[in-house]
């Protein structure tokens, strides 16, 4: 699969469950530590005072892998679909080159007071558009 961002995530010490491996939750957690910090750094996101927000509105996790501490997962990042309010990343989680998961997460971006959809423009959606794969 080609991503157009790439991102490192070391697995901590707690990420093991008592099977020994990384639990199910710990995979959400780095696709959604990596989007945000995506965000924030590339698409000039502020969580405290943006003037809209992503409300995560679906989100799934398809296993393919065992890993486990101690381990640096790389993060592939991409967008598979960008709509007026909405945009859905579609993240690949790897370890040396073995592919550990799939997964996509949908955030509506609403207004922060209103909680109402609300287009994405400018600096944001222009971050957003060089992350589009066809």
């Known amino acids: ?3 157009a ?4 995530m ?3 010490w707690r990420d093991n469950d008592v099977y020994g ?6 995979h959400y957690e780095l696709m959604d530590s990596v989007i945000n910090r995506w965000l924030i750094t590339e698409a000039g996101f502020s969580s405290l005072e943006s003037a809209s927000i992503g409300l995560c509105v679906e989100s799934r996790c398809s296993y393919k892998a065992e890993a486990a ?3 640096t997962i790389r993060v592939g990042l991409r967008i598979g679909r960008l709509g007026t309010s909405s945009v859905r990343y579609e993240l690949g989680l790897f370890e040396g080159g073995r ?3 799939e997964g996509e997460f949908t955030h509506v971006f609403v207004d922060r007071v209103t909680r109402r959809p609300s287009p994405l423009s400018g600096p944001m959606r222009a971050a957003m558009e ?3 794969v066809a």
């Open 21 to 26: 491996h990384l639990n199910n939750v710990v």
């Open 99 to 101: 592919l550990l998961a």
């Open 1 to 3: 699969m080609d991503y």
């Open 10 to 12: 070391p697995t901590r």
């Open 130 to 132: 060089r992350l589009v």
């Open 5 to 8: 961002h790439w991102d490192e």
């Open 69 to 71: 501490y101690p381990s």
